[in-house]
């Protein structure tokens, strides 16, 4: 108990510190062999872990895992007490009359009975009490408080019990003693009253510094200090007692010995046997402890790299989910992403959901596609891309697009009512009001339809905007200064996957089609928009526009299209552009005039 009590001072637990050992991913990556730990903590003989925090994790796990032995450690002890000692004093108190000799010994030896009787209980109160402290976090760890407890109270138990056995010697006369016991009196009294509470170190499951520190107290009290102070230790145990003591009829078997001398000492050997047995008794729990305590560490250290390993793997797992979040939420808008991620929360993990959108396109469908109303459609191109790429190399051109479309995509991330659709060749398609949750059918009639309407049209106008200037600023690798055109129309789409190979988000409907013929029919360096966008944003503070009139659109006939007015010098474009038209689209031979022109005659 000394050296254990010593070695949970606050110095002592600095001075024996001598690593900081971690189950993190370097030891986790050794994993197991064999159901062992390839790499395990350092270890004093007997003391423990060289990382006394690790010790004092193990002490509390050994306390927890071994607190129903503990308790039945000490409910035995009590029994056995009650059953043996007990009784006897018992039996004094009752019939004390019986004994004209009924001295301070025999009060002595009641008293002493019934304290180490109130021991075990008392031990049990007050580790059920740090064990309520401990789960309610109101004291320190139980670990090494509950082992001192149980130590404490066994040693004091051994101290009291020698003390009732020299109290035994001198409370009756040894001649009666050797009468009722005969020589063999010292083994009989230690096992009666000590080998049947050595038992319970067999199975209480405590460190094996506790352990051993408990049987070199016993051999010390019961095999050294008590057999040499009562008459009935060592000093009767001689040749000439012995041989005084046993009778010629026992000594008659032996054949050739007519001094006696083996006769003694084989009935020495025999009166010692239960001494003996005590002893190797006493040996076994000590290395049966030893290797119980090895094993125990073994097994804690085996729990503590599989919960590293456990806790790496879910850090794994939540790395990859996160990840294939982030890839889901890159490819979808959020409300669709979210969708996805709630249709398929049942699943292993998100990688079947991938799993489900490359090898099963039907069933993915059904679970992304949705229609969307109101939802405003914007495609930018660059103007002069297909004679810059025949005179730059191909990695030119894709630094360029690639400058190009992270400023865009930068643009796109500033507005969440914005959804970059995807990138062909040189297009930029844009979608605004993707990300509503549109719940109605009649959504787009609605006084909220119209004003999202009006919102959605508005930040794809801005982004429009912002994306004409930035490509301004821009110079292609041929050297000419970059312009792109824009054009953008407003209605309902589908939005879905296409293909099981490599399969995208895509949008599909008449609304796509028409915004790429705004686009394509457009004006270098402006934004062009239908006639449905227009009334959408007409009415917008910081946008102004210019009506172009009538546009031819290939599959859609004539259309009324209006210009963004970027600056002043904008407003002279549409002019010289329908003149430039008028003229290209001709008769030889003949004026061709505008619409507004034949107005004015």
């Not at 004094?92 to 008293?111: E, L, M, N, T």
């Not at 405590?206 to 408990?214: K, R, V």
């Not at 102070?229 to 041989?243: A, N, P, V």
């Not at 009935?267 to 305590?293: H, K, N, Q, R």
Request: some cysteine; overall charge neutral.
């Amino acid at each position: 108990m000394v050296l254990f009590l010593l070695l949970s001072l606050p110095c002592a637990k600095r001075w024996m510190h001598r690593e900081s050992f971690e189950f993190a991913a370097s030891e986790a990556s050794a994993e197991v062999d064999n159901g062992q730990v390839s790499r395990r903590p350092k270890q004093y003989p007997l003391l423990g872990f060289h990382d006394r925090h690790l010790e004092s994790e193990y002490l509390m796990d050994l306390v927890v895992t071994s607190k129903d032995r503990i308790y039945l450690g000490l409910f035995f002890a009590l029994l056995v007490h009650m059953g043996g000692v007990g009784v006897s004093a018992i039996l004094y108190v009752g019939s004390r009359d019986k004994f004209p000799g009924y001295s301070d010994s025999h009060r002595a030896f009641v008293a002493v009975a019934f304290t180490c009787m109130a021991l075990w209980p008392l031990a049990a109160a007050i580790i059920t009490a740090q064990f309520w402290a401990a789960r309610r976090k109101i004291g320190r760890r139980v670990g090494k408080s509950v082992v001192l407890v149980f130590e404490a109270t066994f040693l004091l138990y051994l101290a009291l019990t020698a003390y009732n056995l020299y109290n035994q010697d001198q409370r009756w006369d040894a001649s009666y003693m050797r009468i009722v016991y005969g020589y063999g009196a010292l083994g009989i009294l230690l096992m009666v009253f000590c080998m049947p509470t050595m038992i319970v170190l067999f199975f209480v499951n405590l460190p094996s510094l506790a352990t051993l520190e408990m049987t070199v107290f016993m051999s010390i009290a019961f095999l050294v200090v008590d057999p040499f102070l009562i008459d009935l230790g060592w000093r009767s145990f001689s040749d000439e007692q012995i041989k005084g003591a046993i009778s010629s009829v026992l000594c008659d078997q032996f054949i050739d010995d007519e001094t006696g001398d083996f006769c003694a000492t084989y009935w020495t050997v025999v009166y010692l046997f239960p001494v003996i047995l005590f002893g190797l008794i006493t040996v076994m729990i000590a290395i049966v402890s030893l290797i119980v305590d090895r094993n125990n560490r073994r097994s804690f250290c085996n729990r503590k790299l599989i919960n590293a390993l456990q806790k790496q793997k879910e850090a794994s797992l939540l790395r990859q989910r996160d990840e294939q979040e982030s890839l889901i939420n890159s490819i979808f808008p959020p409300g669709v992403a979210r969708e996805l991620t709630m249709k398929h929360s049942n699943e292993v993990n998100l990688t079947s959901s991938l799993a489900t959108l490359g090898g099963s396109c039907g069933i993915f469908s059904q679970a992304v596609s949705r229609e969307h109303q109101c939802v405003s459609i914007l495609f930018t191109d660059i103007v002069g891309f297909t004679s810059m790429s025949q005179q730059c190399l191909p990695l030119e051109v894709m630094s360029f697009l690639h400058e190009l479309f992270v400023r865009f995509d930068n643009l796109v991330d500033m507005d969440s009512m914005l959804w970059k659709v995807e990138t062909i060749g040189d297009a930029f398609m844009v979608a605004s009001g993707l990300n509503h949750k549109q719940p109605e059918s009649n959504y787009a009639s609605s006084p909220e339809g119209v004003r999202d309407s009006c919102q959605f049209a508005s930040a794809a106008v801005l982004f429009g905007k912002s994306a004409l200037e930035m490509a301004q600023t821009l110079t292609m690798p041929n050297g000419e200064l970059c312009q792109i055109r824009a054009g953008m129309h407003t209605g309902d789409v589908c939005s879905g996957v296409v293909g099981t190979r490599m399969p995208r988000y895509c949008l599909f409907g008449d609304t796509v089609n028409t915004a790429s013929r705004m686009e394509s029919s457009g004006v270098p360096g402006r934004l062009q928009i239908s006639e449905v966008t227009h009334a959408l944003v007409c009415d917008e503070d910081g946008f102004a526009w210019d009506e172009r009139g009538f546009v031819e659109v290939k599959g859609k006939g004539r259309l009324r299209t209006y210009l963004l007015v970027q600056e002043e010098k904008d407003r002279r474009i549409p002019t010289v552009n329908t003149a430039s038209r008028m003229e290209s689209s001709g008769v030889p031979g003949r004026l061709q005039i505008s619409e507004v022109t034949h107005a004015l005659r």
